[in-house]
């Protein structure tokens, strides 16, 4: 269950970015900073989730370890990077 509410989470920061990038890109230069950030981050998050493999699967004991330790403080911090690209007013 670890893992599918990791997969579940990167999956609805992916998500909420996606939104966020289709309402702004427009506003913005395709090259800003700020939106190339973003998809990075999306790029990275994407990663993982692919990496985590089937949601099936039960997260072993040090898997549960590094996805509550690192994993998920890793993707929180990845959503308020997006948040804070989206929140500045340039």
Known sequence: MVR???ID???QVL???YALLAEH???R???SPDLAHVRRIRAAL???AEDLGPRGLAARPDQRDWIDSELLPTVLSAEV???RAFADPR
Do not use: M
Request: aromatic share 0%.
């Open 4 to 6: 599918a509410a990791a």
């Open 9 to 11: 989470k990167i999956e």
């Open 15 to 17: 998500s909420d970015s």
């Open 25 to 27: 890109t427009p506003r």
């Open 29 to 31: 230069p395709a090259d």
């Open 46 to 48: 994407s990663v993982l």
């Open 81 to 83: 990077e997006i948040g």
